[in-house]
């Protein structure tokens, strides 16, 4: 079985080891055969995760509906994954107007917003539904927010 642990709603992360060409999730069995505890393989996973965004490679747009849209780097398909990352998320709830607002309607894409943003909630909804339906590396239509301690769902 993979690796993974629930997030909130439908989300969850899963280890993976990224190759040049391809990547491969890693199973209990692949974790017994490295001889690591799980945990230490989950902060390292995050250590890297961090370690492979730095602020130079992050980009924000504004999209049309209010909010805002984390470009990934060129070459980088795992922006969705910064969603777990605290460091970042302090850092994105720094610049929007409000409670912090998130979705991962794409592998490819972390979007942003606030509760106070132009359009509000539901405009940023409706974004994110628009891009979890045209995109083919389709996630999830969840917006979460940030309560100061978790990510809720929003319903």
Known sequence: DIVRRPRVGD???????????????????RI??????????????????LRQFSPLQ??????????????PAEGEFFSSSLLVAEPVREALADQVKGDLLAAVPSRML????????PGGIDAFR?????????????LSPSVLRWDGRAWAELS
């Not at 190759?19 to 069995?29: A, F, K, N, P, R």
């Not at 972390?110 to 943003?117: H, K, N, R």
């Open 58 to 71: 992050v980009a924000m747009a504004s999209h049309d509906r209010g909010g805002r849209v984390l470009l």
């Open 126 to 138: 409706r974004f994110v539904e628009d891009v979890h339906r045209d995109d083919s590396d389709a």
């Open 32 to 49: 017994s055969e490295l001889g690591a505890l799980p945990d230490e393989i989950w902060d390292r996973a995050e250590e890297n995760l």
């Open 11 to 29: 989300l969850c992360t899963a280890l993976a080891v990224d190759g040049e060409v391809s990547i491969h999730y890693l199973t209990e069995d």
């Open 110 to 117: 972390l979007a942003i917003s606030g509760t106070e943003e």
